[in-house]
């Protein structure tokens, strides 16, 4: 039995490729580096994370790049004998434009380096590439109209402008032939997303439409000609939660159509995982995976014979999920960052971490404030859990307090909570809070524990923070010395979310758990982290 989701915390955008027995799904990173997340499984159910492919400035340099921005919706696929990923890498949100660069990069393992990107176009987000059975190559993505009123958190359908289709030239590696806008969407509108694949004579489009909220859906058309006229699915949307507010599974939309060896049908799809009272997905967006099944009218359609989206799912024959430890311990002993982890936008990541300065420690070299698009000095895992605890302990000593460093529940400059060591002028060295709960576009702070609680002028501190669904609280201890103290009131946990601050649309990464600093003196103060640890409560 599959559970989904498959991938829980923030993995968006799942575009699945098989190679024989070898199932991959591959997921939007946004401004997190490094780029696209790659999993592996052989049965559908057990997932492991094997590949971040974009790793090299050439291939990928998010240094100012807004909030929500980055990489957007990679398509993974397998063809001549290697891999080929497509993603765009978005330069803008806010305001009547994206700013879209699209590029291809191959493989010839996934696991392998990854070649230089070649760049393809501009005019839109979402691109996918498909390889047509004659030997052909096609691109498509959606086109953007900068012409509306679609501001941000506020996306209109006119500027959604259509589906792009243009050949690719794998010789020339560059487009050739007419432009040719084939699918202009349904009545639900937003149309992106697009996922081409071919059965039994007939070109199968997907798209994802109804944004990425509450009305998101797959929806789903075919053609007997590649550039169209394409009819629409009898029910209009293979999978969307947009009419049931009560199923588990919401937000569903945005996937890709996968077959098994024996010819089975699933489809992926993202979804989000609210909680009450405000239905907030502080998972961000998932991605979870459906059994479909092919009807005599050649239409795809879910197995449970509705539109909506299945927690359990029929799986391959033998499949047994592998039990997930309810803890994980990270102790930076290797010299590797582990792999759960990564950092924001930089392609230079010794510039703000190393584990070699100091073996057995993750030295962060404090950069510029918390929130920063440019150089800031955070290194985080997935929040995959309602309810998890994390902590981690500290050796810093700040002689400013523009010098901080410490814990965080962060998602972005506008939604953050953070439990940290730095330096007050009566207090001395000090335990202290800094959160922004939301408040968009000033990003301004709030201070729950004021000044904060002075400790000893020197040693360890271990910080931690417990999130039970919507609340969060904060604790300090010395190390070695006394029990856990909680610090400050119980925050609002659930601000750390798509729908928190500026609400839906407004943003559509996740809930990260990690360690930061910065030190806006510009002197860059060292800050050692020994060990970091993560629980399912």
Known sequence: MIRNPILPGFNPDPSICRVGADYYIATSTFEWYPGVQIHHSRDLVNWTLVRRPLERRSQLDMRGNPDSCGIWAPCLSYADGQFWLVYTDVKRYDGNFKDAPNYIVTAPTIEAEWSEPLYVNSSGFDPSLFHDDDGRKWFV??????????????????????ILLQEWDPVTKALKGPIKNIFAGSPLGLVEGPHLFKRNGWYYLTTAEGGTGYDHAVTM????????????????????????????????????????????AYHTHLCGRPLPPKRRCTLGRETALQKCVWRDDDWLYLENDTTVPDVDVPGLSGAVPV????????????????????????????????????????????????????????????????????????????????????????????????????????????????????????????????????????????????????????????????????????????????????????????????????????????????WFNYDEL
């Not at 109209?145 to 259509?162: C, I, Q």
């Not at 919401?250 to 010819?263: F, I, L, S």
């Not at 969060?472 to 103290?485: H, I, R």
């Open 141 to 162: 993505n959606m086109q953007w109209n900068h012409r509306t009123e679609s501001y941000g958190g506020s996306p209109k359908s006119p500027a959604f402008d259509g």
């Open 221 to 264: 058309a075919r053609s007997r000609n590649i550039d169209g006229p394409y009819e629409m699915h009898p029910n209009m949307h293979l999978i969307t939660s947009k009419d049931h507010p009560g199923a588990v599974l919401q937000r569903a939309g945005h996937g890709q159509y996968v077959e098994t060896p024996e010819g089975e």
């Open 323 to 530: 039990e997930k430890p309810m803890r994980s311990e990270y102790s930076f002993d290797g010299g590797v960052l582990p792999a759960d982890f990564q950092w924001l936008r930089t392609p230079e990541p010794a510039r703000i971490f190393n584990l070699t300065d100091r073996p057995g420690h993750l030295r962060l070299f404090a950069r510029e404030s918390i929130g920063s698009w440019f150089e800031q000095s955070l290194v985080a895992r997935r929040q995959e859990h309602h309810s998890f605890r994390a902590e981690t302990v500290v050796e810093f000593s700040p002689d400013t307090y523009q010098q901080v460093a410490g814990l965080t529940h962060y998602y972005n400059r506008h939604k953050f909570h953070a439990v940290a060591v730095t330096l007050h002028e009566t207090l001395g060295r000090c335990v202290t809070i800094l959160s922004c709960n939301g408040d968009y576009p000033n990003g301004r702070l709030s201070f729950p524990a004021e000044s904060g609680v002075a400790i000893a002028a020197e040693g360890r501190v271990q910080l931690a923070m417990e999130i039970r669904e919507n609340d969060l609280q904060f604790f300090w201890q010395t190390e070695g010395k006394g029990a856990w103290q909680p610090i400050g009131p119980v925050l609002d946990a659930g601000v750390i979310s798509d729908e928190g601050g500026r609400g839906e649309h407004g943003s559509f990464t996740g809930a990260f758990a990690g360690v930061f600093a910065f030190d806006t003196s510009g002197r860059a103060k060292a800050a050692d982290f020994d």
